[in-house]
């Protein structure tokens, strides 16, 4: 007989359910969050599993690849259809969110989500990383602008070559300011640093991936873009066809109809929002920086004549997605 599992899964512990083709519990208990921990329950009830279902999350992709590669065929869950799914519940509790999860796999009511393989982990780890970095040296900043301010000492405008030495000039005449400001310069220097660091690693990576290097041959598409786009497609062949990349990452328009009423709105801005946002970047840089003309650039300069620039990124994003 077909066996259905559900897993919920925190961080310390992961609650398990296992039923039968007619809905009724075999087994639950509480096992350590570990591939092992949980086949080792499994394996103790039964060998003939159809769904082993659990939500995505931040461990669901080690677990995914633990279960598969001890032969479960596992399924992970969209968190948006979980959630309407196990709703209707009059009591929350880890032990019957499992046996909601294991009702959908019984039923088939789920949606599943691509687990990405490792190159592509690897990738968004380093993007994600940068960004980081990124960010906490841009706070490092704007701190010892508005530290300085309350002296009467402003920076202005400056080239981040320069940041430095700009803010020892103001310090020249204020010994007291320096000996609090210096360490935060210290922190600052180690910042971009270690920025330039992983932004190095980020260049070199693109250049040793031939798909990305296919993708910078396209106008707009850098280092950045091109692996954020790599990490977010992962395996072209789960689209049927290139125009419905723009639509997984939320670049198309949705549509609210009821009755009479038949709506349409803006982008549903679903999916990756880190990867919507890397086009949306790409191709504003496009139509407003780049000098170097291109048949998408005249294309998104007319758009933006008739519809507005803003609607016209989102148009050239769109393009950027199915090309690539």
Known sequence: MDLFVGLDVSVRTTSVCVIDAFGKILKEGKVETEPDAISALLHSVGSHYKRVGLEAGPLSQWLYSGLAA??????????????????AQINKTDRNDARGIAQMMRVG???PVHVKTIRSQEIRMLLTARKFVQTKLIDAENNLRGL??????????????????RILELLEQSPHLRLIIEPLLEVRRVLREQYQRLHKAMEQMAEADDVCQLLMTAPGVGPMVALSYRAGVDEPSRFGRSRSVPAHFGLTPSRYQS?????????????????????VEAAGAL???????????????????????????????????VAC
């Open 70 to 87: 001890a032969g479960y065929p596992v399924i992970c869950v969209e968190t948006r259809h979980m959630k309407a799914a196990l709703s």
């Open 259 to 279: 009755g009479e009423v038949d709506q349409g709105k803006g982008i549903s801005k679903c999916g990756d929002a880190v990867i919507r946002w890397v086009l």
């Open 287 to 321: 139509l407003r920086i780049s000098k170097r003309s291109s048949p998408l650039q005249e294309w998104g300069l007319e758009v933006a004549k008739r519809r507005g620039m803003t609607k016209a990124i989102v148009a050239v994003a769109r393009r950027l997605a």
């Open 109 to 111: 009511l789920y949606k």
């Open 148 to 165: 300085l301010r309350n002296f009467g000492l402003k920076v202005g405008m400056v080239t981040r070559l320069k940041f430095e030495q």
